[in-house]
């Protein structure tokens, strides 16, 4: 199975970097001091949390046993490493483990989720976990066509869609305006004045 962009590895390095570094930001800038990151992998962005003093509580959770025994042997080399917690699970399922988090994230881990779950996403995440803060970032379809990207195809082949940045707008929009959250978006990566960029965040911020 190939995975798009065919580009210089440094290209998509450079901008993986970047995607973290902004997630990171956003997150100091929240004042969250608990953050949940679903969908976590190998833990590259629970790493960067766990050397914040502001974050006084970290939890990965993710659907892959393989990434979550990654992401244990990397933090266990890491002294700050020791103070995130992993569990096993889906962001479209809520469980115990998910509740009292001022933030939670999602970074570029939507667009794996069957379009028929997004409805559970949403009331997991949303409505149950509710956190003040939640950060989402996402492939923007449109700007496939600067990576190489074959019309009709995605970047990855476990992506299940790729949204335009009108599509997730409304998607975004929708669900900030169904469970009580203002949004703001932001672009990561080389912009196109015609395409946007590579990667588009959005930040929601519960009213209440």
Known sequence: MR???????EMITDLHTERLDRVLRALLESGAKSVLDLGCGPGELLMRLAKEN?????VGIDSSREALAEARFILSRQEQGRHVSLYHGS????????????A????ETIEHVEPKRLSAVEKTVFADCRPKTVIVTTPNQEYN???????????HP???????????????????????????????????????????????????
Do not use: C
């Not at 995975?3 to 590895?9: G, K, V």
């Not at 502001?54 to 970290?58: L, M, T, V």
């Not at 869609?161 to 959250?181: D, H, L, M, P, S």
């Open 145 to 155: 066509l600067r990576h190489g990207v074959p019309a009709g195809r995605f970047r």
């Open 91 to 102: 962001f479209s399922s809520y469980s115990d483990d998910m509740a009292g988090f001022d």
């Open 54 to 58: 502001q974050f006084k509580k970290i």
């Open 104 to 107: 939670a994230v999602m970074v």
């Open 158 to 208: 476990d992506h299940r869609f790729e949204w335009t940045r009108i599509k997730f707008r409304n998607w975004a929009e929708g669900v900030a305006g169904r469970n009580g959250y203002a949004t703001r978006f932001d672009d990561i990566g080389e912009v196109d004045p015609a395409l946007g960029s590579s990667t588009q965040m959005a930040i929601f911020s519960r009213k209440l």
């Open 3 to 9: 995975i798009y962009p065919d580009r210089p590895s």
